[in-house]
């Protein structure tokens, strides 16, 4: 079966830095991407992992080890319209268009 | 560019009728997904569409469940008879083939069934 897991909530300060784990078991894989929702709105894409390694987008960067099953969402200099829930989504290799989303992990940016 | 259109944006009806969600993809792209989201389950893929056909429909919950997509504009997500544990927000998507690109979500259909 599947199966993604993130922690539920993380908080944090206004101004530091969080990361945001995703472990993955999957029938193959094809790719991972992170959405950031905001209460009563829908995903927006935020960045999208196929190889190893790092991928820098201004203040938001994603990690991704496909030996471990493993990517990390880091958030930078940390504003609170960053509150929200980030979605963890991992397309799976045996059928092109469908991704798989975690449960999500909701965000607190405090002042 | 237009985005991704669903309507309605909320729905309120009871139990036992027809309730029929709607959902215009983004000009171009040939893949279009239904979701359902609620706290318990998180974002569920109920259905999906590549150039009109569906692919792969295992996440219907039941037969009450059916969608359609008669033309590349245009998708319905029908429930009749609806229940109240269907109450849940009801997410549209769509994205082209290119591998790298993702799916883009519209504002969704915000479903209460009494």
């Known amino acids: 079966g599947q199966n993604i897991d993130q922690p539920t909530e993380m908080t944090a300060t206004e101004g530091a830095i969080v990361q945001i784990n995703c472990t993955y078991q999957t029938s193959g894989f094809n790719g991972l991407f992170w959405y950031q929702q905001h209460a009563g709105e829908a995903p927006t894409f935020l960045s999208y992992n196929v190889l190893d390694g790092l991928e820098e987008k201004g203040r938001f960067s994603s990690f991704l080890s496909r030996s471990k099953g493993y990517s990390y969402l880091l958030l930078k200099e940390l504003q609170m319209k960053d509150s929200a829930s980030y979605l963890c989504?991992?397309?799976?290799?045996?059928?092109?268009?469908?991704?798989?989303f975690g449960a999500g992990t909701q965000v607190v940016v405090t002042p | 560019d237009a985005g991704v259109i669903q309507s309605p944006r909320h729905e309120v009806t009871e139990m036992g009728q027809e309730v029929t969600l709607r959902c215009k993809p983004i000009s171009g792209h040939d893949y279009l997904f239904w979701y359902r989201q609620t706290m318990m389950r998180g974002l569920e893929l109920l259905i999906y569409f590549n150039n009109n056909v569906p692919i792969d429909d295992s996440g219907m919950p039941e037969d009450r469940f059916s969608a359609k997509m008669p033309n590349a504009s245009f998708s319905t997500l029908k429930i009749q008879p609806s229940e109240p544990r269907d109450s849940a927000v009801y997410f549209c998507?769509?994205?082209?083939?290119?591998?790298?690109?993702?799916?883009?979500f519209g504002d969704g259909t915000r479903l209460s069934i009494l």
């Open positions: 989504a991992v397309r799976v290799a045996d059928s092109w268009g469908k991704l798989q």
């Open positions: 998507a769509s994205n082209n083939r290119a591998s790298n690109q993702p799916q883009h």
